[in-house]
Protein backbone atom coordinates (compact mmCIF):
# COMPACT_ATOMS: atom_id res chain seq x y z
CA UNK A 1 0.00 0.00 0.00
CA UNK A 2 1.09 3.17 -0.99
CA UNK A 3 0.83 5.54 2.07
CA UNK A 4 0.73 8.68 0.39
CA UNK A 5 -2.41 7.85 -2.42
CA UNK A 6 -5.87 8.39 -1.78
CA UNK A 7 -6.61 5.40 -3.75
CA UNK A 8 -7.72 2.80 -0.90
CA UNK A 9 -7.23 -0.43 -2.03
CA UNK A 10 -10.53 -2.79 -1.86
CA UNK A 11 -8.97 -5.86 -0.43
CA UNK A 12 -6.32 -5.31 2.62
CA UNK A 13 -4.38 -8.14 4.42
CA UNK A 14 -4.12 -8.18 8.35
CA UNK A 15 -2.37 -9.84 11.31
CA UNK A 16 -3.74 -12.61 13.31
CA UNK A 17 -5.09 -10.79 16.34
CA UNK A 18 -6.70 -12.08 19.64
CA UNK A 19 -9.49 -9.16 20.60
CA UNK A 20 -7.73 -6.85 18.23
CA UNK A 21 -7.90 -3.05 18.42
CA UNK A 22 -9.92 -0.34 17.41
CA UNK A 23 -7.59 0.01 14.68
CA UNK A 24 -7.76 -3.67 13.49
CA UNK A 25 -11.76 -3.29 13.05
CA UNK A 26 -11.86 -0.31 11.33
CA UNK A 27 -10.61 -2.16 8.21
CA UNK A 28 -13.12 -4.28 7.84
CA UNK A 29 -15.17 -0.65 7.43
CA UNK A 30 -12.49 0.68 5.28
CA UNK A 31 -11.62 -2.45 2.45
CA UNK A 32 -14.12 -4.58 1.18
CA UNK A 33 -12.43 -7.93 1.34
CA UNK A 34 -9.81 -8.89 3.83
CA UNK A 35 -7.36 -11.79 4.02
CA UNK A 36 -6.14 -13.09 7.66
CA UNK A 37 -2.59 -13.53 7.79
CA UNK A 38 -2.54 -17.40 9.22
CA UNK A 39 1.26 -18.56 7.73
CA UNK A 40 3.51 -15.62 8.76
CA UNK A 41 6.03 -16.70 11.41
CA UNK A 42 4.96 -16.59 15.15
CA UNK A 43 6.25 -13.21 16.66
CA UNK A 44 6.07 -12.49 20.17
CA UNK A 45 4.95 -9.25 21.75
CA UNK A 46 2.27 -8.95 19.08
CA UNK A 47 -1.50 -8.61 19.02
CA UNK A 48 -1.85 -12.77 18.22
CA UNK A 49 -1.72 -13.77 21.50
CA UNK A 50 -2.23 -10.63 23.56
CA UNK A 51 -5.47 -7.65 23.66
CA UNK A 52 -4.88 -4.24 26.36
CA UNK A 53 -8.13 -3.48 28.45
CA UNK A 54 -8.53 -0.30 30.38
CA UNK A 55 -8.82 -1.26 33.99
CA UNK A 56 -9.26 1.18 37.27
CA UNK A 57 -5.68 0.37 37.33
CA UNK A 58 -4.67 2.19 34.08
CA UNK A 59 -4.42 -0.34 30.94
CA UNK A 60 -3.64 -4.06 31.53
CA UNK A 61 -2.21 -6.80 28.84
CA UNK A 62 -3.97 -10.23 29.12
CA UNK A 63 -1.78 -12.98 27.37
CA UNK A 64 -2.64 -16.08 26.39
CA UNK A 65 0.20 -18.56 26.90
CA UNK A 66 1.82 -20.41 24.43
CA UNK A 67 3.24 -23.91 24.44
CA UNK A 68 7.01 -23.30 24.14
CA UNK A 69 7.89 -25.24 22.10
CA UNK A 70 5.48 -24.46 19.10
CA UNK A 71 7.23 -20.92 18.51
CA UNK A 72 9.98 -21.37 16.70
CA UNK A 73 10.10 -20.36 13.19
CA UNK A 74 6.31 -22.17 12.33
CA UNK A 75 3.04 -20.84 10.84
CA UNK A 76 0.61 -18.84 13.42
CA UNK A 77 -1.97 -21.25 12.20
CA UNK A 78 0.10 -24.02 13.97
CA UNK A 79 0.85 -22.29 17.67
CA UNK A 80 -0.79 -23.99 20.37
CA UNK A 81 -2.50 -22.67 23.60
CA UNK A 82 -0.72 -23.60 26.64
CA UNK A 83 -3.99 -24.93 28.43
CA UNK A 84 -2.03 -25.89 31.78
CA UNK A 85 -1.77 -22.42 33.02
CA UNK A 86 -5.48 -21.16 34.40
CA UNK A 87 -5.12 -18.48 31.79
CA UNK A 88 -9.20 -18.44 30.79
CA UNK A 89 -10.19 -17.42 34.10
CA UNK A 90 -7.71 -14.58 34.84
CA UNK A 91 -9.08 -13.53 31.39
CA UNK A 92 -13.13 -13.34 32.25
CA UNK A 93 -12.04 -11.60 35.70
CA UNK A 94 -9.77 -9.45 34.02
CA UNK A 95 -12.73 -8.27 31.44
CA UNK A 96 -15.38 -8.36 34.23
CA UNK A 97 -13.38 -6.22 36.78
CA UNK A 98 -12.88 -3.92 34.04
CA UNK A 99 -15.65 -3.45 32.29
CA UNK A 100 -18.27 -4.50 34.69
CA UNK A 101 -19.51 -1.03 35.10
CA UNK A 102 -19.60 -0.21 31.43
CA UNK A 103 -23.00 0.29 29.96
CA UNK A 104 -23.00 -2.57 27.72
CA UNK A 105 -20.91 -4.93 29.07
CA UNK A 106 -24.20 -6.77 30.86
CA UNK A 107 -25.42 -6.54 27.01
CA UNK A 108 -22.47 -8.55 24.75
CA UNK A 109 -20.69 -10.63 28.10
CA UNK A 110 -22.84 -13.49 27.58
CA UNK A 111 -21.56 -13.75 23.21
CA UNK A 112 -17.78 -14.21 24.40
CA UNK A 113 -17.83 -16.13 27.87
CA UNK A 114 -19.03 -19.81 25.92
CA UNK A 115 -15.73 -19.25 24.52
CA UNK A 116 -13.86 -19.32 27.22
CA UNK A 117 -15.30 -22.12 28.63
CA UNK A 118 -14.37 -24.39 25.42
CA UNK A 119 -11.50 -26.16 25.10
CA UNK A 120 -8.90 -24.52 22.08
CA UNK A 121 -5.62 -26.46 21.26
CA UNK A 122 -4.78 -23.73 18.69
CA UNK A 123 -4.76 -19.77 18.96
CA UNK A 124 -6.04 -19.81 15.63
CA UNK A 125 -9.08 -21.48 16.34
CA UNK A 126 -9.69 -19.30 19.20
CA UNK A 127 -9.01 -15.91 17.82
CA UNK A 128 -11.16 -16.20 14.49
CA UNK A 129 -13.94 -17.47 16.69
CA UNK A 130 -13.71 -14.25 19.07
CA UNK A 131 -13.47 -12.52 15.68
CA UNK A 132 -16.13 -13.48 13.99
CA UNK A 133 -18.28 -12.91 16.89
CA UNK A 134 -16.83 -9.02 17.55
CA UNK A 135 -17.94 -8.74 13.53
CA UNK A 136 -21.51 -9.77 14.49
CA UNK A 137 -22.09 -7.64 17.37
CA UNK A 138 -20.59 -4.87 15.32
CA UNK A 139 -23.08 -5.69 12.38
CA UNK A 140 -20.00 -6.09 9.66
CA UNK A 141 -20.99 -8.09 6.98
CA UNK A 142 -17.20 -7.55 5.32
CA UNK A 143 -15.80 -10.84 3.15
CA UNK A 144 -13.32 -12.73 5.72
CA UNK A 145 -10.74 -14.90 3.93
CA UNK A 146 -8.00 -16.81 5.57
CA UNK A 147 -4.58 -17.05 4.00
CA UNK A 148 -3.79 -20.51 2.93
CA UNK A 149 0.07 -19.42 2.02
CA UNK A 150 2.11 -16.49 3.81
CA UNK A 151 1.58 -13.44 1.36
CA UNK A 152 4.73 -12.45 0.25
CA UNK A 153 3.92 -9.35 -1.60
CA UNK A 154 0.55 -7.97 -1.19
CA UNK A 155 1.11 -5.39 -4.21
CA UNK A 156 -0.73 -2.70 -4.86
CA UNK A 157 -4.11 -3.84 -5.03
CA UNK A 158 -4.12 -4.74 -1.36
CA UNK A 159 -3.18 -2.86 1.52
CA UNK A 160 -0.48 -4.59 3.84
CA UNK A 161 -1.15 -3.97 7.60
CA UNK A 162 0.74 -6.88 8.95
CA UNK A 163 2.92 -5.00 10.10
CA UNK A 164 1.18 -1.71 10.48
CA UNK A 165 -1.29 -3.22 13.21
CA UNK A 166 1.37 -3.71 16.12
CA UNK A 167 1.34 -2.22 19.89
CA UNK A 168 5.10 -1.59 19.38
CA UNK A 169 4.15 0.56 16.39
CA UNK A 170 3.07 4.68 16.65
CA UNK A 171 -0.60 5.00 15.59
CA UNK A 172 1.05 7.42 12.92
CA UNK A 173 2.14 3.88 10.65
CA UNK A 174 -0.99 3.65 9.79
CA UNK A 175 -2.47 6.19 7.35
CA UNK A 176 -6.16 5.52 7.36
CA UNK A 177 -6.29 5.71 11.44
CA UNK A 178 -6.77 8.53 13.76
CA UNK A 179 -8.44 7.06 17.13
CA UNK A 180 -11.55 8.99 18.07
CA UNK A 181 -12.34 9.96 21.37
CA UNK A 182 -15.86 8.19 23.18
CA UNK A 183 -16.52 7.53 26.84
CA UNK A 184 -14.17 4.95 29.16
CA UNK A 185 -15.30 3.25 32.26
CA UNK A 186 -11.96 5.55 34.41
CA UNK A 187 -11.80 7.80 31.12
CA UNK A 188 -12.03 10.74 34.51
CA UNK A 189 -8.94 8.90 36.19
CA UNK A 190 -6.38 8.33 33.89
CA UNK A 191 -8.18 9.94 30.32
CA UNK A 192 -8.74 8.58 27.06
CA UNK A 193 -6.62 5.68 25.90
CA UNK A 194 -7.25 5.13 22.37
CA UNK A 195 -6.85 1.91 20.53
CA UNK A 196 -6.96 -0.60 23.04
CA UNK A 197 -9.18 -4.01 22.44
CA UNK A 198 -12.27 -3.77 20.52
CA UNK A 199 -14.26 -4.79 23.43
CA UNK A 200 -13.63 -2.00 25.17
CA UNK A 201 -15.40 0.05 22.66
CA UNK A 202 -18.02 -2.30 22.68
CA UNK A 203 -18.98 -2.39 26.04
CA UNK A 204 -18.76 1.32 26.47
CA UNK A 205 -20.71 2.42 23.41
CA UNK A 206 -22.72 -0.24 22.50
CA UNK A 207 -24.66 0.10 19.38
CA UNK A 208 -22.69 3.34 18.60
CA UNK A 209 -19.25 1.01 18.50
CA UNK A 210 -19.69 0.94 14.14
CA UNK A 211 -20.10 4.48 14.04
CA UNK A 212 -16.99 5.46 16.18
CA UNK A 213 -15.26 2.70 13.95
CA UNK A 214 -15.95 4.29 10.78
CA UNK A 215 -15.55 8.40 12.00
CA UNK A 216 -11.94 6.37 12.78
CA UNK A 217 -11.29 6.18 9.64
CA UNK A 218 -9.57 9.09 7.76
CA UNK A 219 -8.05 9.45 4.55
CA UNK A 220 -4.81 10.57 3.54
CA UNK A 221 -5.27 14.03 3.38
CA UNK A 222 -6.18 14.19 7.01
CA UNK A 223 -2.90 12.73 7.77
CA UNK A 224 -1.17 15.66 5.75
CA UNK A 225 -3.44 18.19 7.35
CA UNK A 226 -5.96 19.12 5.07
CA UNK A 227 -9.49 18.62 4.85
CA UNK A 228 -10.52 16.01 6.53
CA UNK A 229 -12.28 13.22 4.68
CA UNK A 230 -13.89 9.98 6.49
CA UNK A 231 -14.84 7.23 4.76
Known amino acids: M ?22 FFSKFLLHTEIFIEC ?14 IYTANGPLSLTIPILAGSVHKIPVRDVRIDNGRSWKRLHVKGIESAYRSAPYYEYYIDSFLPYYNKEYSFLLDFNLDLQ ?13 VQTDTYLHDTGEEMADYREVIHPKKSLAADPYFTPLPYSQVFLERFGFIPNLSVIDLLFNMGPESTEVLRKSITSIRKKLGGEVTGS
Open 39 to 52: HDHYQKQTYRNRCR
Open 2 to 23: DPYTDRVPERACLPLTYLGPVS
Open 132 to 144: SVLLGQLNIQTVV
